[in-house]
């Protein structure tokens, strides 16, 4: 079988995918490309996720890419919405004609006498083998299993004779109206279900082992809304954007250095949303301090405004066992569910779950030190592209997407055809490629690669920071090109 042959071959055609191919397409015009999509449709997440409500978890203005302004009224968009954006921004830049739909990667193997990577990919429609290679090689695979989400393992959960359903994988025909619904879970996924299942069904509860931190913005924003009406689009988005972007990046520096008075903050912000009365300590109080998981956003404040109406409620306990009927609590309280939605979380999976290898290798990311949060010491031509934990995901990928392009235009200028980032001497401390205590990333921390503790290993979560190192710094700091 004959490989066929491109320049950069990138993996993934959702949100990352798309932003990427855009960046090489106008940047590097010259550049021959394919996006291999292990699925049939463009927009990753976006098009997996299609549960009641799913929506950002970030203002669409910075979430949007920069090359292409949100043109939307709301500012915290539904998932459908954003879809379509993809898809829009996939055809209108013409990359959506080099994705090769129902290609699942399963490996990689780079040649240093060959300079290239041989890139294996099964077709999940005719069931063939495909091979490609490539000079460079562009993860843009996000970080989680798109098989299935994580369920816990639940004491009695077969005897449970109702509907349980996780959100990654929602039957489109579940009909939840006029029935008892449990969601299990206190996460970004919880809080979006909880509200949109609330108005048809008889009563849904959000049942969690501990409470997360919970944050109301508008579905709109004015500011935004002003500058779209009384300036021009190319100057109101960019506004727009670095407002946001301030704005974020200052609530998330405050939270780690004065976590008392913005755990007080939030918790003004709930009780003004909530009954009197509430008991707010119980539901609404984590153990932990702000940031430490990521804050959960509810546009105009919609869960708080279905516990005011009696149709929701949070319970707060752990579970013992399912039952025939619904669930028993530790407490010995019992909850009767038609329904039960395990909100619980993701799998985390690196890269896609392709197997890589160097010169014959097998490459372990977890044995990896990432440089500068977007390539892998000692891995040649290649680079992954993860968003932030603590911000819009997209403000990452247009710079780790700006930044393989200025790599590859150094490269071509000094004549080379190989660039390996040098993994630090074990001396340099080493820190969590993601900075966060969420039950997700915990669970993958033995698995993910590494950070180091100075630059140009360390990558902080700070996006005016990496500008200046992406956007403006240099391609050729602890690195080693050859010919």
């Known amino acids: 079988m004959a490989a066929e042959h491109v320049d950069v071959l990138i993996v993934g055609a959702g949100l990352s995918g798309i932003g990427a191919a855009s960046h090489l397409r106008e940047r590097l015009p010259g550049k021959s490309f394919v996006i291999l999509e292990g699925r049939g449709a463009i927009g990753g997440t976006w098009d997996l996720f299609r549960y009641p409500g799913v929506r950002s978890d970030s203002d669409m203005f910075t979430l949007g890419y920069a090359h292409k302004p949100w043109t939307a009224p709301k500012s915290i968009a539904d998932g459908d919405s954003i879809r379509d954006y993809i898809r829009e921004a996939a055809a209108e830049s013409g990359v959506d004609r080099h994705v090769r739909f129902h290609h699942r990667v399963v490996s990689a193997e780079w040649s240093t006498p060959d300079a ?280 990452k990928i247009d710079l780790v997407s700006e930044y393989v392009c200025r790599l590859l235009k150094h490269m071509d200028a000094k004549g080379v055809r190989i660039v390996t980032p040098k993994t630090p001497a074990a001396s340099v401390g080493r820190v969590p490629f993601l900075d966060l205590q969420a039950g997700y990333v915990q669970r993958a921390a033995a698995t993910l690669p590494q950070q180091a503790e100075v630059a140009p290993w360390r990558l902080r979560q700070n996006y005016p920071a990496d500008v200046r190192t992406l956007r403006y710094g240099p391609v050729d700091d602890a690195v080693e090109f050859s010919r």
């Open 116 to 395: 290239r990577w041989t890139v294996t990919a099964e077709r999940s429609d005719t069931g063939e083998v495909a091979v490609f290679t490539a000079g460079f090689l562009f993860a843009c695979t996000g970080y989680y299993r798109y098989e299935h989400g994580y369920t816990p393992e639940f004491p009695g959960v077969d005897d449970y004779r109702g509907t349980l359903v996780h959100p990654q994988l929602w039957p489109e025909d579940l009909d939840w109206t006029g029935k008892k619904v449990v969601v299990i879970g206190s996460g970004a996924t919880a809080v979006t279900l909880v509200p949109s299942m609330a108005g048809a069904a008889e009563h849904v509860t959000m049942l969690q082992r501990s409470p997360s931190y919970v944050l109301t913005l508008g579905s709109r924003d004015p500011i935004a809304d002003f500058a779209r009406k009384w300036l021009p689009a190319k100057v109101a988005y960019p506004v727009i954007r670095w407002k946001n972007v301030l704005m974020a990046t200052a609530f998330y520096q405050l939270s780690k250095r004065r976590p008392a008075f913005v755990k007080n903050l939030l918790r003004k912000d709930a009780a003004r949303r909530l009954p009197a009365g509430y008991d707010l300590d119980t539901h609404f109080k984590p153990r932990y301090d702000p940031w430490d998981q990521r804050v959960c956003f509810v546009p105009d404040g919609d869960l708080f405004r279905a516990l005011r109406k009696g149709n929701a409620s949070v319970v707060t306990d752990r579970i013992e066992t399912f039952t025939e009927t619904g669930l028993r609590l530790e407490s010995g309280a019992e909850l009767e569910a038609d329904v039960v939605v395990t909100a619980t979380g993701l799998d985390v999976l690196m890269l896609g779950g392709m197997t890589v290898s160097v010169d014959g290798e097998k490459v372990d990311p977890a044995d990896t030190v990432a440089y500068k949060g977007m390539m892998l010491g000692g891995v040649p031509n290649a680079a992954l592209a993860v968003g932030y934990t603590n911000a819009s995901w997209t403000l």
